[in-house]
């Protein structure tokens, strides 16, 4: 009986030994490759508006770069572009709430507070303001003094004028200029001889004048009279910006990421630009 006891013992149970850890192994195996179960529920997106400031161009490279590369949500922002309409400015539908954030000009931030409704820049696109007047190279005009008595091609802004006078008598003429607002791009009303010059930035129309092989003849702004400052700027309200100061944040973090992007990886960002950009709102066709 001993016999029998000892050899169950020296069999029995390292063999019990054997099943409880070959069984143990097992269960991890197959737990290990079981499908995980999100123990998270995915946020929903939070909607933010965005007004454009004129149709998509280079100036707005940051912006579709980081939608292409769904950084916004990555901040658990869906972004939402408004189209440019020459009916109304970013800056009004900033300050009446129907969009969160809009693309805007340093003037038109002075222009909003002169009348009482403050828009607040919450960042620069560009360092320097890299806008001209132009005028077709064929079309005789040497110096923004000949621009006196032309007709220029508005875009809508309540300063336009008084800077374009500020140049004209910088350069010595008298400021007179006729003034029409465009619903055309303001290459094609020049080159229809709708108009004799349009305000430009050298970046967009500039770009997109060469690519159609247009001959232009430029007059920097800064260069007569008008001091340097940045532009185009991303502007907010004061309300959106007490009320909503985290989405805020989130937004201009994505939206860094995507010039920084551009800045670094320029034929690439150009690509998505042209990828992510509306065609029938898309302001350069490149050859």
Do not use: C
């Not at 809508?156 to 607002?181: C, F, L, M, R, W």
């Amino acid at each position: 009986m001993k016999s029998r006891t000892r050899l169950f013992l020296s069999f029995g149970i390292p063999l019990l030994l054997i099943l409880i850890v070959g069984g143990l192994y097992l269960a991890h195996q197959q737990a290990s490759h079981a499908p995980e179960q999100s123990t998270t529920t995915k946020q929903p997106l939070t909607p933010l508006k965005l007004a454009l400031d004129w149709t998509p161009n280079t100036n707005h490279t940051g912006v579709y770069v980081a939608m292409a590369k769904k950084w916004y949500q990555d901040e658990g922002i869906a972004l939402q572009i408004q189209p440019y309409s020459s009916n109304v400015t970013p800056d009004v539908l900033v300050n009446n709430g129907k969009v969160d954030v809009g693309i805007s000009s340093t003037e038109s931030v002075v222009s909003d507070a002169a009348v009482g409704q403050p828009a607040v820049s919450i960042a620069a696109i560009a360092q320097h303001n890299t806008s001209s007047l132009a005028v077709l190279a064929s079309s005789g005009i040497k110096r923004p003094r000949d621009l006196d008595g032309k007709t220029y091609g508005a875009f809508g802004a309540p300063y336009e004028e008084a800077v374009i006078d500020q140049i004209i008598k910088q350069d010595g003429g008298k400021g007179t200029i006729k003034s029409v607002t465009l619903d055309i791009d303001p290459l094609q009303a020049l080159q229809s001889h709708r108009v004799d010059f349009v305000w430009i930035f050298e970046g967009a129309e500039g770009i997109q004048a060469k690519h159609q092989g247009l001959s232009l003849t430029t007059f920097p702004i800064v260069k007569y009279g008008i001091a340097d400052y940045y532009t185009p700027t991303f502007i907010a309200s004061p309300n959106e910006i007490k009320a909503k100061p985290e989405l805020l944040r989130k937004f201009m973090r994505a939206t860094a990421r995507g010039y920084e992007y551009a800045r670094t990886h320029v034929e690439d960002a150009a690509k998505l630009l042209m990828q992510e950009a509306p065609k029938e709102h898309f302001l350069i066709r490149l050859m």
